[in-house]
């Protein structure tokens, strides 16, 4: 069993999506003993955004068509897209930024989406490759968004480009109100302790059924 555990907040200690995911992940640890857990920080090491040297995907990185750059970019969103394709649950720290995700998060999710690896297109529409692992997301917010699908595009968009990939185990670790004051604070961080305990436990268990099956 692997475990791919992404931080993207930049905030180190003060970052309530770091202390989630740290705890999702000791949770999921308790439940599979055993569990390898490989770590990668988005906001210390982010890939770059998208570009005309990266925007491509291309296979062969000795092709000699190829520039430096381009074979730099390349084996950079190889690596990714390996480390993602070979992990069996992945935790992701997501935390809100102006109503969508962080963009190291956003630039991962662009190297890692790619045709052939983790999707391809057939005559009936798009078919994603990547299925068959867990997702467990831990959503912060400074604010109250449940509810307010018009202003959600970070839950939503990480849940439709996840399923596009063909993830449809997808489960949210939910701390909203984080900027609200200390009594909805407390509330949210209280929430998201039932998350955990819920959703990680169970899906962890879940994991040992197919196993066993």
Same mark, same amino acid.
Do not use: C, K
């Given at each position: 069993m692997k475990l791919l555990h992404i931080d993207s907040s930049p905030l180190g200690a003060n970052s *309530?999506? /770091?202390?989630?995911?740290? /705890?999702?992940? @000791? &949770?999921? &640890?308790?439940?599979?003993?055993?569990? *390898?857990?490989?770590?990668?920080? $988005?906001? *210390?090491?982010?890939? %770059?955004?998208?570009?005309?040297?990266?925007? %491509? #995907?291309? $296979?062969?990185?000795?092709? @000699? !068509?190829? !520039?430096? @750059? &381009?074979k730099r970019e390349n084996a950079l969103s190889e690596q990714l897209v390996s480390q993602f394709l070979a992990a069996d649950v992945v935790v992701v720290g997501a935390p809100m930024y102006n109503f969508s995700v962080p963009s190291q998060l956003k630039a991962w999710i662009d190297r890692i989406a790619q045709a052939g690896r983790t999707f391809k297109y057939t005559e009936a529409g798009p078919v994603g490759l990547a299925g068959g692992k867990t997702v467990i997301v831990?959503? !912060? /917010?400074?604010?109250?968004?449940?509810?307010?699908?018009?202003?959600?595009? &970070?839950?939503?968009?990480?849940?439709?480009? $996840?399923? #596009?990939?063909? *993830?449809?185990?997808?489960? #949210?670790? /939910?701390?909203e109100g984080m900027a609200m004051g200390d009594a909805a604070k407390a509330a949210g961080l209280a929430a998201a302790e039932g998350d955990i305990l819920a959703h990680v436990t169970e899906a962890a268990n879940e994991g040992k059924a197919a196993i066993r099956a």
């Open positions: *309530v999506s /770091r202390e989630l995911t740290r /705890r999702i992940v @000791a &949770q999921w &640890q308790s439940t599979r003993p055993g569990t *390898v857990v490989e770590y990668l920080d $988005l906001a *210390v090491d982010a890939p %770059g955004h998208l570009n005309m040297d990266s925007l %491509g #995907f291309r $296979l062969g990185l000795d092709d @000699a !068509t190829l !520039t430096v @750059a &381009q831990a959503s !912060t /917010r400074g604010g109250a968004y449940a509810g307010a699908p018009q202003m959600d595009h &970070q839950e939503s968009y990480l849940r439709t480009v $996840l399923g #596009f990939l063909g *993830v449809t185990d997808v489960r #949210f670790v /939910r701390a």
